[in-house]
């Protein structure tokens, strides 16, 4: 879990950093979206790991994801809006799913910290 945090939070980094010019933030957005849906479906081949907490917020990203990709069959890109619904929106959903898999990690470092610790009593 922890190397797809750190792909997850790298490319969010990488992303950020582009957004120096604007055009080149806009076209590594993309790329994210891309590697971040992935990273969504391999998370949840391992649904079974996760707490109650953990599938929530993952399933809350599904649908956000998805509200959000069928906000594209609107108009809404035409309108006063389009530019916040270009690069904020998907930024901030990005930034929700970074803490998402910080947490996940947590959860499985806190787990494998626990299981290495010799019991002396």
């Known amino acids: 879990m922890r190397i797809?945090?750190?792909?997850?939070?790298?490319?969010?980094?990488?992303?950020m950093l582009l957004y120096i010019t604007i055009y080149y933030g806009m076209l590594a957005q993309?790329?994210?979206?891309?590697?971040q849906v992935c990273l969504a479906i391999?998370?949840?081949?391992?649904w079974y790991k996760?707490?109650?907490r953990k599938k929530r917020h993952l399933l809350i990203y599904v649908f956000i994801a998805s509200c959000y990709g069928l906000f594209w069959l609107t108009d809404i890109v035409?309108?006063?809006?389009?530019?916040?619904f270009l690069t904020a929106v998907p930024m901030s959903i990005a930034g929700y799913f970074v803490y998402i898999t910080?947490?996940?990690?947590?959860?499985?470092?806190?787990n494998v910290?626990?299981?290495q610790k010799p019991n002396l009593s």
Request: net charge negative; hydrophobic share 50%; charged share 10%.
């Open 42 to 46: 391999i998370l949840l081949f391992h």
């Open 102 to 110: 910080n947490l996940i990690q947590d959860v499985q470092n806190n």
């Open 30 to 35: 993309i790329l994210l979206g891309c590697i």
């Open 113 to 115: 910290r626990n299981i």
């Open 4 to 15: 797809i945090h750190n792909i997850n939070k790298w490319s969010f980094i990488l992303t």
């Open 50 to 52: 996760f707490n109650l």
């Open 78 to 84: 035409d309108s006063d809006y389009g530019f916040i």
